[in-house]
Structure formats: C-alpha cells, structure tokens
Antibody, heavy 123, light 109 residues
Framework: QLQLQESGPGLVKPSETLSLTCTVSGGSISSSSYYWGWIRQPPGKGLEWIGS???????YYNPSLKSRVTISVDTSKNQFSLKLSSVTAADTAVYYCARAGYCTNGVCPLRYWGQGTLVTVSS | EIVLTQSPGTLSLSPGERATLSCRAS???????LAWYQQKPGQAPRLLIYGASSRATGIPDRFSGSGSGTDFTLTISRLEPEDFAVYYC??????????FGQGTKVEIK
C-alpha cells in the first residue's frame, strides 16, 4: 500500500522560504504513469491546489502561487519537495502531499494523500 | 480558471436520510473529470468518486456521483454515522489550477 509522509519545519518566519518534503513508501516515485502534487488547507478553510510534478520533470503550478513555488523530485530518495518563497501569514496552512490515481488518458484525480503537516508563518 | 460552487454550505440530516450535494462549475468540465472527496476532522481528504460517477476502491455503494458539463451531484443514499463530514468536489481535467469547491458540511441534525 502506497504511503506518503510530509516533513519539514512547523514554523517559518515571514519573508522566508517554506520547504517541505514528501517521502513515498510502498511504491516508486519514478512511475511514469502518475503525477505527484501538493495541496494546502488554511485552518478552518477549504482545499487549495498548489501544483504537481510528473516523473518527466514537467511541473504545473497554481497561477496564483506560480512566482513563489517550486516542486521537484529526488528519485534517489523516493521523495518530492515543495518550496514556497516569501511567505506571509496567509501561507499558514496544513500542507498535504498526494499522488494521482485512476487515470484516464493521463488525466487523474488525487488517490493517495499524506496525513498533512501544519506550517505556521510567524515571527 | 474553472470555479466550482458547492451547495448547500451545510446540510443537516439524520442517520438513515438521503443526502444530495451539488457542485456547479463556471464552465464545462472536460470529459467529466470531476472528483469528490470526503474529509473528516484532523484527517486528509479521501477520494470517493472520480470521473463524475466511478467509485474509488473500497467506497460503499451508498455513495454515488452523477452529472456532466457544469452540474454534478454526490448522493449518499442512506447516511451512516461515519458519513458526517465535509465533502469537496474537484475538477482535474483542465489546465491548472485543478480547483476545488469550497466544501459542503454534512452534519447530524
């Protein structure tokens, strides 16, 4: 069974860069059939799609965050990562990593999710 | 960007009742690439329905999805105690962002 686990600092100062890693177990991150993604959820609010990355390295970002987001894959560690620069209090949220599944013509929803990690932006 | 609007915001029902949740898109969702997720407090979302009407593995058949174009529905035929949660729709077929609706909370009446 595929499992995903987010890790990283729980507290980040304003204007700094938020960095999170998602470690994948029970499967290879090198699968060419799926993409890997990041989603966030501010406390008490709804879900926001941040972006995704395919094994090929192709990335897709939410236009509202695109100038500040970088998603990358480290196949040697079976991990993928999120970097969000110039953070403010509005970036405080639970951050989830996820993997696609049930694909049709390469188009997929998010089937597997990590448990999420709370990142607070505060000085 | 496709905007998804879910209604109602909150649905107050009793166990055993039928729940009907709506998700309306600002433009047509290509090939019915519409998913529904369930989220309980303190937990990650769980995929229930994909392709507008296909149940994910292990999802009870009391959950069903329907719709196409801009109007989609999630129906829970008879609510079980564990079904009280927040439900989100998501379109995943268009260019990014792969937007989510704002959620519908199904609460115990």
């Amino acid at each position: 069974q595929l499992q995903l686990q987010e890790s990283g600092p729980g507290l980040v100062k304003p204007s700094e860069t938020l960095s999170l890693t998602c470690t994948v177990s029970g499967g290879s991150i090198s699968s060419s059939s799926y993409y890997w993604g990041w989603i966030r959820q501010p406390p008490g609010k709804g879900l926001e799609w941040i972006g995704s990355i395919y094994y090929s390295g192709s990335t897709y970002y939410n236009p509202s965050l695109k100038s500040r987001v970088t998603i990358s894959v480290d196949t040697s560690k079976n991990q993928f990562s999120l970097k969000l620069s110039s953070v403010t209090a509005a970036d405080t949220a639970v951050y989830y990593c996820a993997r696609a599944g049930y694909c049709t013509n390469g188009v997929c929803p998010l089937r597997y999710w990590g448990q999420g990690t709370l990142v607070t932006v505060s000085s | 960007e496709i905007v998804l609007t879910q209604s109602p915001g909150t649905l107050s029902l009793s166990p055993g009742e039928r729940a009907t949740l709506s998700c309306r898109a600002s433009q047509s969702v290509s090939s019915s690439y519409l998913a529904w997720y369930q989220q309980k407090p303190g937990q990650a979302p769980r995929l229930l329905i994909y392709g507008a009407s296909s149940r994910a593995t292990g999802i009870p058949d009391r959950f069903s999805g329907s719709g196409s174009g801009t109007d989609f529905t999630l129906t829970i035929s008879r609510l079980e105690p564990e079904d009280f949660a927040v439900y989100y729709c998501q379109q995943y077929g268009s260019s990014p962002p792969r937007t989510f609706g704002q959620g519908t909370k199904v609460e115990i009446k």
